[in-house]
């Protein structure tokens, strides 16, 4: 079994930095895409914003380029999204989604929330 346990998330005004965090736990073989997604308030869906795959490689939603960094702590089972210049249409629950071993595993969530 694998845990995933997400923490960082806040509240902040326009224009701050936040950073995320997830960490996975557990039964542990390798992992290969991590990324984070969210669900803006009265969205049905989830939207990636991030994800890096186990050799480096990221891609990221065209509303964050240049203002997200995701990146990944293979030595400690870790994926961070630094994010700067927010705003509040940043605002939503981020979910870490890992592939872990073939498997699909999600975070609990956590709440960033921007202020203007």
């Known amino acids: 079994q694998v845990q995933l346990v997400e923490s960082g998330g806040g509240l902040v005004q326009a224009g701050g930095s936040l950073r995320v965090s997830c960490a996975a736990s557990?039964?542990?073989?390798?992992?290969?895409?991590m990324g984070w997604y969210r669900q803006a308030p009265g969205k049905q869906q989830r939207e990636l914003v991030a994800r890096i795959t186990n050799s480096g490689s990221t891609n990221y939603a065209d509303s964050v380029k240049g203002r997200f960094t995701i990146s990944r702590d293979n030595a400690k089972n870790t994926v961070y999204l630094q994010m700067n210049s927010l705003k509040p249409e940043d605002t939503a629950v981020y979910y870490c989604?890992?592939?872990?071993?073939?498997?699909?595993?999600w975070g609990q969530g956590t709440q960033v929330t921007v202020s203007s």
């Open positions: 557990g039964s542990i073989f390798s992992i290969n895409t």
């Open positions: 989604r890992l592939i872990v071993d073939k498997y699909i595993y």
